[in-house]
């Protein structure tokens, strides 16, 4: 027997295996104490323990099973998984718009690994392209892997060799940009790079997938398609996160840099706007604008990059009862910003008070958010809010939690004069205060409205 037809199987496993005649890569159809399943069978690692088999179930999730609990386990055909995709070069075509691929990691640059069932960031751009050849019919494509981190690794050494990295794509004459970013963070960058990169005469596109390309359900290639297509032909030149709109693959949306937030942990289609309806719903055919006040494309390459960041900064997300020691930790620790997450309209407790004014006292910039997300900071209804101001905490109007943490580190990077932060701070840039959010806003153009009828119609029958 050649070792790889059981490979990484050993004891009770490698048995259960033998006794039923099936191998790696075997279709099979089990019947254990736990259930009945359909799936193939998985290589293992070396390394991994002797009592389980693995399956590949057809819905993309693997299933350990334990050796033991097999009743019947029976060969319905073979179907060995290729993940090695080769690496394709683009087909160059004069009259199509360049675009440039940068790939940081996370799911839309990931496999999983049959050895270890783990996911792995092992895609390189070039591979990307090579699942997915509908791109040559948008642009001409060339990649480059910036990082293969999973996003929760990204931070300032990341943010600021992106932007540079963007600011030099945009005086090369690149079309667009489209940034291979992990789903977690991807707000963060976004809302960063807004700042970094100002005044772009070209689109910049983050995209990323919530299911790996290896799964039935995956939406690498659709939003890879969407992206590359609003970045290439599309006319709003903005930091942009796009990404699955419905959950179905109906269409994806373009959202606003600084407006867009990470909002199910697992949903394809969870990135939404907050505050405000997305820039536009994009498809095959192209981009369906639902507003018109964004940025537009330009032929000049007057990008403003500015990649100033200060790492001691933080969010405190408030919750009842916090104790001030926690402030005290942050005046003593040298942080310069805090970015408080207040509740309701930008509260939190009066034990905390002597706390705050301490750290404000000691010149420490501390500015207020609501943790409820949509809404503004409005500390003057409630005496509270008038006191918290007092203390010397600055209201940050309807900038979300993360995107005035990172406007923070960008500010205090390049001053830290209290008036000139502030002046920074509160002076939009795109998008991050808005005057008013629109009647319409609130969780409605969302792609929620086909799903609702498609809930109505499941239930009504
Ligand atoms: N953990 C991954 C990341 O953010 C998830 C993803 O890419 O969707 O890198």
Redesign the pocket.
């Known amino acids: 027997m050649s070792s790889d037809k059981y490979k990484g199987y050993r004891g009770k496993g490698l048995a259960v295996l033998k006794e039923h005649g099936v191998s790696v890569w075997s279709d099979v159809d089990v019947v254990a104490e736990s259930g009945r399943f359909r799936g193939i069978i998985l290589p293992r690692s070396e390394t991994a323990d002797e009592n389980h088999i693995v399956l590949k179930l057809n819905n993309g999730y693997n299933v350990g099973l334990t050796a033991d609990t097999i009743i019947s386990l029976k060969e319905m055909g073979r179907r060995e998984a290729h993940y090695k995709i080769p690496e394709k070069d683009f087909p160059y075509d004069s009259k199509k718009p360049n675009v440039k691929l940068f790939g940081t990691?996370?799911?839309?640059a990931?496999r999983l690994d049959y050895r270890t069932g783990a996911v792995i960031p092992a895609f390189s751009p070039g591979e990307l392209y090579g699942s997915v050849p509908e791109l040559a019919d948008i642009c001409n494509l060339t990649t480059e892997k910036l990082f293969g981190v999973?996003?929760?690794n990204m931070g300032p050494e990341q943010y600021i060799k992106t932007a540079k990295r963007i600011g030099e794509e945009i005086e090369k004459g690149a079309d667009g940009i489209v940034i291979g970013h992990?789903?977690?963070?991807?707000h963060h960058t976004a809302a960063i790079l807004s700042f970094m990169v100002q005044d772009s005469p070209i689109p910049i596109v983050m995209v990323?997938?919530?299911r790996s390309s290896d799964r039935p359900s995956s939406d690498a290639a659709l939003n890879l398609i969407n992206a590359v297509k609003a970045a290439a032909e599309g006319d709003i030149a903005e930091v942009l996160v796009c990404m699955f709109g419905p959950t179905s693959d109906q269409y994806g949306l373009l959202h606003r840099g600084t407006r867009v937030r990470k909002m199910h942990s697992s949903y394809r289609s969870t990135f939404r706007t907050i505050g405000d309806i997305p820039l536009a719903m994009i498809n095959r055919k192209g981009l369906i604008h639902l507003r018109d006040d964004y940025k537009r494309r330009r032929s000049d390459r007057n990008a403003k990059i500015n990649t100033a960041f200060e790492e001691k900064v933080t969010i405190l997300y408030y919750y009842p009862n916090m104790l001030p020691d926690i402030v005290d930790a942050c005046v003593d620790n040298n942080y310069r910003g805090i970015v408080i997450a207040g509740t309701g309209l930008g509260h939190v407790n009066k034990p905390l008070y002597p706390a705050v004014k301490r750290a404000c006292d000691k010149g420490v910039h501390i500015y207020m958010t609501v943790q409820t997300l949509w809404g503004y900071v409005q500390m003057y209804v409630y005496e509270t809010g008038r006191e918290i101001m007092e203390l010397g905490v600055v209201p940050a109007c309807n900038m979300l939690p993360e995107v005035a943490y990172m406007k923070l580190c960008w500010a205090l990077g390049q001053t830290d004069d209290r008036e000139k932060v502030e002046k920074i701070m509160l002076t939009p840039v795109n998008g991050e205060i808005t005057d008013r959010e629109p009647y319409n806003g609130y969780l409605i153009y969302q792609g929620a409205i086909p799903e609702v009828q498609e809930f109505l119609r499941t239930i009504k029958r």
Not at 105 to 108: F, K, L, P, Q, S
Not at 182 to 186: E, F, L, Q, S, Y
Request: hydrophobic fraction near 20%; avoid cysteine; aromatic fraction near 6%.
């Open positions: 990691g996370g799911t839309i990931s999973f996003s929760e992990g789903t977690d963070t991807m990323g997938s919530q």
